[in-house]
């Protein structure tokens, strides 16, 4: 059907934009309630996990909810966690905190225990599901622009060049959703709320010997090399999971608080070199890499997630449980109670995030920072051949998708006439320089002047560049970016 503006549309009861657990645990319990709805749900990812990752310890509470037999429809949860682990590291040596220590949100084993998965195995998963039940799934399409009926109300969304119109649409685009922060702006949803906090998560999938590999292992290292740094406020700490066959996801989740001397991709390969850590990679081989943000502000940052014509679900939204660093099930469970319509305060989400206090390391200050870093192309290595693994592309003929703003940070006095002039603000000088330390993909590259080189095609979507203010990522070509496989 044509429009007056001559594109294509095409009317469905709810449009879903992203495919991710908090988009697709929507879309199924949509039809689980009302087979004859008709229901779309649209990935930027080439396909539905392409452009996932995360740890992932995964709490199936959601799940049991959603498709109560998933044991019996062989859903990818292979990895019972069998052992916690919680290490505190220094340069050369590591403590292990007695599980007695262990705080209740990070514990991941017992009766009702969590499993280690691969969150774009189990999102494949969830959508052949979807699609069983008649869900359409549209992946390689990226949702760009909201539309808004005369009412005010939200009416749908444009992608791929065409309208999707609908009387409902759930936002569900993760972590610093493009659409969803152009909503709490429009709908004025974050009134009252205390800003978000986002960290930065880098990971990378490994294949081990088997005789190092330890199934059910998840380990947790706090301390080196976060802590320690001159002047580095960073909090975080890594991960390493051993599952499925001979599988080890190792990564590092680092703060992004303000402009720092942080490389969160130097650390994370740092990281890697712990004696106790590097034990288990030694004559292994490296399979992935990603990175990706992810939210962390808890119960008190979460917005009004309801809006005239639909609602933010997931990250997008803010739903991660901060105190337990998961936020898989959570996001599933916010898909659930929008299919549903069932109130929040009336839901164990609530309750889960009423209790979670994100905890917090303190940090101190050391002398120095740590010393240069230098890839081995074994353990560790540089951020060419890591953004290699990712399999990112984008396709040249099109606009750029990132927009420098870090003049906007400018005084105005300086602002206009520098470019022209050639004498700089030199305000400019340290977003430029940071930008290339903390962008995981070498996206951005510092040139000693004033604004970086974009190399755009690199981009991981992982989306610290608009988090930080200096620039502002808006949706490429549908089907362009990374391609993760099992991440
Ligand atoms: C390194 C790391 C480790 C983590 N570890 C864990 C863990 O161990 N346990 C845990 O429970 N949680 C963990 N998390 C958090 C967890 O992954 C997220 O909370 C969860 O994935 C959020 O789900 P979501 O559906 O809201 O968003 P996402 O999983 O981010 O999915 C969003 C989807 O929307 C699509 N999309 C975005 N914008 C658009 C658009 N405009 N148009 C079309 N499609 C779009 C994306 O392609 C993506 O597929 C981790 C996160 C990271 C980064």
Redesign the pocket.
Known sequence: MNDMNHRETMKFDVVI???????LSAAIRLKQLDPDRHVCL????AE????????????PRALDELIPDWQARNAPLETPVREDRLLFLTAQRAWRIPNFFLPTPLRNTGNKGNYIVS?GTL?RWLALEAETLGVEIYPG????DILYGTDEKVAGVI?GGMELHAPYTLF????R???GKQLEVRFNLRQGVTPQVYRL???ELWEIPPDLHQRGLALHMIGWPLIGLRGARAHGGG?LYHYGDNLVSI?L?AGLAGPNELSPFEEFQRLKTHPEIRCFLEGGRRIAYGA????AGGLSALPSVNFPGGAL????AG??NPAR???????MKSGLLAAEQTPFRESWLYEELRGARPWHLPLWKSNGRSDPFKPDHRLTFDKPSSVFLSNTHHEENQPCHLRLTIHDRCPSENNGTTRQTGTYCSKFIQPARTMQDYCPAGVYEYNHAPLPLVNAQNCL?CKACDIQGNAEWS?PQ?GNGPIYNGM
């Open positions: 934009v992203g495919g991710g657990p908090a988009g649209l990935d930027k990812g539905i996990g392409a452009h996932i990752l995360s740890g992932a310890l995964f709490d969150l999102c399409f990226a949702a760009t992608a569900a685009e993760g972590c959703g493009h659409l998560g880098l990971k991960f990564g989740v990706r943000t992810l939210v679900i997931g990250d997008d739903f991660l660093l998961k936020g898989i099930h959570t996001a979507h949706p549908g």
